[in-house]
């Protein structure tokens, strides 16, 4: 069983920093897609980041040059570090995992944590 569990939202000012970790149980994320999405009030879900098996990174447009994903193999936990907030990230941050098998990509997500930047 495969489970997904975020940790480190909270509520920081504008131009500060957070860090999100997702701590991986029942799979390895050193051999899955892993990712960070947001969805902010009111919107839909978006991408943030993500961290491909074989290490290569992407963003969304609106977090490039401040977000920076990055993994822990050995503690098989993904992390969201987050620089130069601004008031339009606050979001419920939800990390995931893409697994692909010959049915097609099935996707895992953890429970979301709140990110609240206040101007």
């Known amino acids: 069983q495969v489970q997904l569990v975020e940790s480190g939202g909270g509520l920081v000012q504008a131009g500060g920093s957070l860090r999100l970790s997702c701590a991986v149980s029942?799979?390895?994320?050193?051999?899955?897609?892993m990712g960070w999405y947001r969805q902010p009030p009111g919107k839909q879900r978006e991408l943030v980041a993500v961290?491909?098996?074989?290490?290569?990174?992407n963003y969304g447009d609106s977090v490039k040059g401040r977000f920076t994903i990055s993994r822990d193999n050995a503690k098989n936990t993904v992390y969201l570090q987050m620089n130069s907030l601004k008031s339009e990230d606050t979001a419920v941050y939800y990390c995931n995992l893409r697994r692909y098998s010959s049915r097609g990509p099935y996707d895992y997500w953890g429970q979301g944590t709140q990110v609240t930047v206040s101007s």
């Open positions: 961290i491909t098996s074989g290490g290569s990174t």
């Open positions: 029942g799979s390895i994320v050193s051999l899955n897609d």
